[in-house]
Structure formats: structure tokens, C-alpha cells
Nanobody, 115 residues
Framework: QVQVVESGGGLVQAGESLRLSCAASGSSFSIKAMGWYRQPPGKQRELVATFTISGNTNYADSVKGRFAISRDNAKNTVYLQMNDLKPEDSAVYYC?????????WGQGTQVTVSS
């Protein structure tokens, strides 16, 4: 079992930055990949960025050059640095962890970007 907890969301103005954190606990040593997804109001959940233990990263086209995913192995934490935020980035941001062929999701953290 892996527990995933997100934090760091909030209300910011367009052009500002936020850093989201995702802490994994439990059987976190078995995690093969972690990722960030988001769900805007009335829309489906979509990929934002993913990170594998081999160091590979993947980003949605809409966030390339503005967002960066990173990991602190000692803290079992993955971060999402979000720069130059836009109103269309407003969403609930979810973190997940892939471990032992299962996908574990956090409860989400709200990010709201005002214009």
C-alpha cells in the first residue's frame, strides 16, 4: 500500500508561480513512477507531468517550458514547480504513484489562477 498526499495549491494571479508537493508513504520503496494530473472544472482529468525512477520525465504540451517535475528521494516527495501560470491552468491537481502494478491517487489540491 502507498499513500499519496498533495499540498501547495492556492490562489495566484496570472504570471505567478506555485510549487506543489506530493509525499508518498507506506511501501514507497516499490514506486516505479509518479505523476501529476489535473482536472479543470467540467473537464476530464489530464496528464501534466510524469517522472520515472530511471529519471525519465514527460510533460503535456500545454505546460512544457513552464512546469518542471522533480523528486527528492530522501523525502519520497515529488514536486511540481509551476511558473508563468495562466488562468487555464486552474484545476484540481492530483498526484499518483505507480507501485506493484497499482496506481495510487491523492485527494488533490486546488490551483486557481486569476487573470
Amino acid at each position: 500500500q502507498v499513500q499519496v498526499v498533495e499540498s501547495g495549491g492556492g490562489l495566484v494571479q496570472a504570471g505567478e508561480s506555485l510549487r506543489l508537493s506530493c509525499a508518498a508513504s507506506g511501501s514507497s520503496f516499490s514506486i516505479k513512477a509518479m505523476g501529476w494530473y489535473r482536472q479543470p472544472p467540467g473537464k476530464q482529468r489530464e496528464l501534466v507531468a510524469t517522472f520515472t525512477i530511471s529519471g525519465n520525465t514527460n510533460y503535456a504540451d500545454s505546460v512544457k517550458g513552464r512546469f518542471a517535475i522533480s523528486r527528492d528521494n530522501a523525502k519520497n516527495t515529488v514536486y511540481l514547480q509551476m511558473n508563468d501560470l495562466k488562468p487555464e491552468d486552474s484545476a484540481v491537481y492530483y498526484c499518483n504513484a505507480f507501485s506493484s502494478s497499482r496506481l495510487y491517487w491523492g485527494q488533490g489540491t486546488q490551483v486557481t489562477v486569476s487573470s
